[in-house]
């Protein structure tokens, strides 16, 4: 039997526990640093009972400073384990480059460049696009990003779970399958689905808190709600904090791309 749906309007956090979702940073230390001490200082000025940070995922990539991003991570949940971060298809991708290097991959043909500079390597050096250059060329740049990135942030990717759930909200990178259950839903589906995930009108069992696809602005819908603002271009970090069936939206803003 098929459980009920949530409308967004009806969603509720778990009693007595604040929860702050916060969308793609994309290698945007300095839109992270801010959010986490907005989210900090709140925390601090309401003193709710408890509370969560939940960070959705694609950390890495297109953005300048993804070294430090994971770095500034992984430091955050060593302080506190309430911060806890969920894994994106970046995320998945810096892992699979590092394991095999494909130049036709997700890694080199959006935003791995970036990252690779951010560990000090000029994995494409000459600039340009990476297409048409040599196996041998490929092979050195990524014996250079292995030998430059730290076990820590490896195994700190490794161990990012797909999705969470507080209340009556599901966090996940992309999106869900309509019609599978939360418990049954696939890797694939929970860091890649586009189409199909947003395009389904109907109510799903929790309100899916996600981002991977950008829009302008935060978009609440009555299923869902994207918090994906293209940080990393538009300069915007945009949260979505819940705190009983109290649900607004949290922006931070930097330089544009």
């Known amino acids: 039997m098929t459980a009920p749906g949530i409308h967004f309007l009806d969603a509720r956090g778990p009693e007595g526990m604040r929860l702050y979702a916060v969308g793609d940073v994309h290698g945007r230390l300095d ?4 959010m986490y001490r907005r989210i900090a200082a709140e925390i601090i000025q309401a003193r709710p009972a408890d509370w969560r ?22 430091e955050a949940r060593k302080r506190d384990r309430r911060h806890l971060m969920l894994a994106g298809n970046h995320d998945i991708g810096f892992l699979d480059f590092l394991d095999a290097p494909d130049a036709d991959g997700l890694f080199m043909r959006y935003g791995g460049i970036q990252t690779a500079q951010s560990y000090g390597v000029a994995i494409n050096e000459g600039g340009g696009a990476w297409f048409g250059r040599s196996e041998a060329a490929l092979r050195q740049g990524h014996a250079a990003l292995v030998e430059a990135v730290p076990k820590s942030h490896v195994d700190f990717l490794q161990s990012l779970p797909f999705s969470l759930t507080f209340g009556d909200f599901f966090f996940c ?11 049954s839903q696939t890797t694939q589906d929970l860091i890649w689905i586009r189409d199909i995930f947003h395009n389904h009108p109907g109510l799903h ?46 922006v931070v803003s930097g330089e544009r791309a």
Do not use: C
């Not at 839109?31 to 801010?34: F, I, N, S, T």
């Not at 990178?173 to 418990?183: D, Q, W």
């Open 31 to 34: 839109l992270l640093v801010a």
């Open 173 to 183: 990178h992309a999106g869900i399958r309509p019609g599978i259950a939360l418990e």
């Open 53 to 74: 940070v939940i960070y959705l995922g694609d950390y890495v990539d297109r953005g300048p400073d993804s070294k430090r991003v994971l770095d500034f991570l992984i």
């Open 205 to 250: 069992p929790k309100i899916v808190v996600h981002g991977h696809t950008p829009v302008p602005e935060a978009e609440v819908m009555i299923n869902r709600v994207n918090i994906d603002t293209l940080a990393y271009q538009t300069g915007n970090l945009t949260a979505l904090v819940v705190d009983g069936a109290d649900k607004r939206i949290l």
